[in-house]
């Protein structure tokens, strides 16, 4: 009997979860039954965080005492710091230094003699992870300016205090609650590459530092968390072209080049986080600059209407519009996957632990297609 292949995997059920759901051709996603839509408008990041890890919404008392333990946590190691100033001295790249940063974040961890399977130790350790990444990050994005860490700000939540420290302003409201809801469209999104590649360490019973070390790692590849900064490179290009963006989509597509933000492994339609995001995008251009808000739409219109994109299961994704939203709240455009990655840490731990409660190791297997009968000859007759 010949097994089927499964390239890549898809298709193949490994799991069963109950945190995230996806349905491609209605562009619905849920998590744990609330939509998408609903967390995004009406809770904060700390809230979807909590319905994730505790598997309900949280009651005022809960979220006050789940917050202000994140809070107590964000502060990093001077071991840390120093190791960040090191890398951005060295122009490293952002998701090679966050993945070092969460890899040393262990060394401070008070727990560290927890057992293996002690899921609520592991959880605790997650909350710390989740609640340093925004520190480390912003660090370092401070030392590649040349100038000092800020420390949290305890009356900020994650994303106002994300933003603080990296630009040293406190945000508007506007600011503030657009990265909340952007950390909130990326907490999970079922078994992805860098999720899964969480599982397959959480399966071996390794700590959670590094299930979240291998998901940074997943993530860093093009091909999963960095296509929004590609988008806004595509934006400022267009930008820079002087050019009509109409005019410059249509060259470009005659030309046969890839517009990236558009299509996905497992949408047909628009991506619901897309449309959340454009929303949030027209609402900062009314504020400011129109620019970014602009092409993006024309750039919509012209592959969805004119070229019949959407017919052929092709549509803007949520990366289409983070970028220039990212780029709106003066966010470094090479620092938009470890974002990526500070809002997924979380559903990254999520569906470790969920996992762990009934473990079993993942091995698949793949199909011999090397050479049979090979005689061998001892070194000295080669």
Known sequence: MVDDLKKGLEGVLVAESELSSID?????LIYRGYTIEDLARGASYEEVLYLLWHGHL??????ESFAAA????????DDVLATMERLADADEQPMAALR?????????????????DDLEASLRKGRRITAKIPTALAAFERYRLGEEPIDPDPDLGLAANFLYMLTGEQPDDVAAETFDQALILHADHGLNASTFTSMVIGSTMAD????VTGGVSALSG???????QDVMEVLMEIDESNKDPLEWVEEATDEGRRIPGFGHRVYNVKDPRARI??????????????????ITTTIEEYLTEEKGLVEKGIAPNVDFYSGS??????IPIDMYTPIFAMSRAGGWIAHVLEYQEDNRLIRPRARYTGPENQEFVPLEER
Do not use: C
Not at 58 to 63: K, M, N, Q
Not at 70 to 77: K, M, N
Not at 222 to 228: D, E, S, W
């Open 24 to 28: 491609g051709d209605e562009g619905r």
């Open 58 to 63: 949280p009651a005022e008392d809960e979220l």
């Open 70 to 77: 994140l809070t107590e946590e964000r502060a990093v190691s």
């Open 100 to 116: 070092t940063a969460v890899s040393m974040f262990s060394a401070t961890e008070p727990e560290s003699d927890a057992e293996a």
């Open 208 to 211: 959670i530092y590094s299930a």
């Open 222 to 228: 093009p091909l999963h968390g960095g296509a929004n």
């Open 277 to 294: 995001l454009q929303e949030r995008s027209k609402e900062l251009a009314a504020e400011g600059n129109s620019k970014w808000y602009d």
């Open 325 to 330: 939203v990212y780029y709106q709240l003066g």
